[in-house]
Structures are given as structure tokens and as C-alpha cells.
Nanobody, 126 residues
Framework: QVQLVESGGGLVQAGDSLRLSCAAT????????MGWFRQAPGKEREFVAG????????RYADSVKGRSTISKDSAKNTMYLQMNSLKPEDTANYYC???????????????????WGQGTQVTVSS
């Protein structure tokens, strides 16, 4: 089992920055792929960014590409999402996820991930 705990959400203004963190505990190993998803009210959960723990390879959704950076600290078993130039449409509950399947790169679908955190709310006011 893997436990994921997100932090770093909050209420910010458009144009501000935030850094989300996801701490992983339990049976983690270097073959994991981890990702960030978000879900706004009335919408489906969508992929934001992902990172391969072993290779460091990353993938981003077009909606955040160029404004966000996903990274990891292997020593702390923690993943980060730095989001800049935030927009009101970035408002959502942000979830951390992990998968132990041997994908070539971070998958974009929720069904590919085995473990999920409880989420952290990000609200961007205009």
C-alpha cells in the first residue's frame, strides 16, 4: 500500500504562483510513476502532469504546459507541482496519484493509477 498526502493549496489571485506537494509513504519504489490530476465542480477529473520516479521523465497537459513544473525529491519521497501565472480556470481540487504499472511514461487516464491522495483545493480569484 502507498499513502499519498497533498499540501500547498490555497486561495490566490490570478497571476500568482503556488507550489503543491505530495508526500508518499508506504511501499514505494523507484518504478513508480506519479501524477497530478484536478477536478473542478461538475467536471471530470483531468490529468495535469506526471513524472517517472526512475527516469525523471515528465508529461504535461496542454492547459498547464509552460506555466507549471513537476519535480521530485527522491530522498524525501515527495513530488511537487510548481504552478505559475495561475488563472481562474485553474481552480479545482488537485489530487496526487501513483501507479506501480510499468508504463513507458506518465499516463493521462485516471484508471491507470492505483493510489490517490485526498486532494488539496486551489482557488484562483480574478
Amino acid at each position: 500500500q502507498v499513502q499519498l498526502v497533498e499540501s500547498g493549496g490555497g486561495l490566490v489571485q490570478a497571476g500568482d504562483s503556488l507550489r503543491l506537494s505530495c508526500a508518499a509513504t508506504g511501499r514505494t519504489d523507484s518504478n513508480y510513476i506519479m501524477g497530478w490530476f484536478r477536478q473542478a465542480p461538475g467536471k471530470e477529473r483531468e490529468f495535469v502532469a506526471g513524472i517517472s520516479w526512475r527516469t525523471g521523465g515528465t508529461r504535461y497537459a496542454d492547459s498547464v504546459k509552460g506555466r507549471s513544473t513537476i519535480s521530485k525529491d527522491s530522498a524525501k519521497n515527495t513530488m511537487y507541482l510548481q504552478m505559475n501565472s495561475l488563472k481562474p480556470e485553474d481552480t479545482a481540487n488537485y489530487y496526487c496519484a501513483a501507479t506501480s504499472w510499468g508504463f513507458a511514461g506518465p499516463p493521462r487516464t485516471t484508471g491507470a493509477y492505483d493510489y490517490w491522495g485526498q486532494g488539496t483545493q486551489v482557488t484562483v480569484s480574478s
